[in-house]
C-alpha cells in the first residue's frame, strides 16, 4: 500500500533553516510529481511546492518562495523540503502528499496524504 | 483567505442528508471538471473521497457524492453517519501559474 512518511519536524527559532524528509514505499516513487502541503494550528490546507517525477520541474507558493525549495531522490525514494529563513507564520503540520500523475498537469490531484510532521517556528 | 469558499460548518443527524458547496472562479473550479474532495478527522491526514468533480476512488461509501454548477461545486453524504463527522476541504486545478492546486478554508461537518 502506498505510503508516505515524513520526518524532520520540530521547534526552531524564527531565521533558522530545517529540512523535511518524506520516506515512500508502496508505489513506483520515480513516476509520481510529489507536493507538500501545509496546515497552520486550526486553520485549512495551503498548498507549499511541488516537484515533478524526475526533478525537472519544480514550483513553489509565492508565500515561500526563495526560502523554501522542494527536491528529490529518486535512488532513495524520498522527497525533501529545505526551509531557510523560517517565520513564525510557517509554523503548521507539513504533509507530502502524491500527485496522481508524474507532472502536476491539469487534471492531476492528490489522491494520498503523508501523516505530517510538526514545524513550530518559536524564539 | 482561501482561493475556494466553503461554509464554515454544517450539520445533520443521522441518516439524513448534507451538502456541503465549494464556490471558486472561472479560473478553477468553473474552468475544469478537475475538483476534488478530502475527509480530515482530527490529528490525522486528508483522505481522498471525491476527484474529478463526481468520480470516488476505490473503497469511499457511495453516500459520498459530487456534482457541479458553474463557479460552485458540491459535496453531498447521504445517510449521515456518526463516523462521517469530520472537515471536509474541496480542491480544484487552477490556470493560474501559482499555487498549482487551491483548497477551500475547510468546513466542519457535525453529525448531530
Redesign the interface.
Known sequence: QVQLVESGGGVVQPGRSLRLSCAASGFTFSSYAI?W?RQAPGK????VA?ISYDGSSK????SVKGRFTISRDNSKNTLYLQMNSLRADDTAVY?C?RD?GCC?A???????????TLVTVSS | Q?ALTQPASVSGSPGQSITISCTGTSSDVGG?N?V?W?QQHPG?????MI??VTSR?SGVSNRFSGSKSGNRASLTISGLQAEDEADY?C?S?TSRS?????????TKLTVL
Not at chain 1, 44 to 47: A, N, P, Q
Not at chain 1, 59 to 62: E, F, I, K, Q, R
Not at chain 2, 98 to 106: A, Q
Open positions: 507536493h502541503v485549512g490546507l495551503e498548498w511541488v514550483d513553489n507558493a509565492d504533509y502528499a496522481v502536476y491539469p487534471g492531476g490531484y492528490i489522491d494520498y496524504w503523508g501523516q505530517g | 482561501s475544469y478537475y476534488s478530502y490525522k491526514a486528508p483522505k481522498l476527484y474529478d476512488p476541504y480542491s486545478y501559482t499555487p498549482h492546486v487551491v483548497f477551500g478554508g475547510g
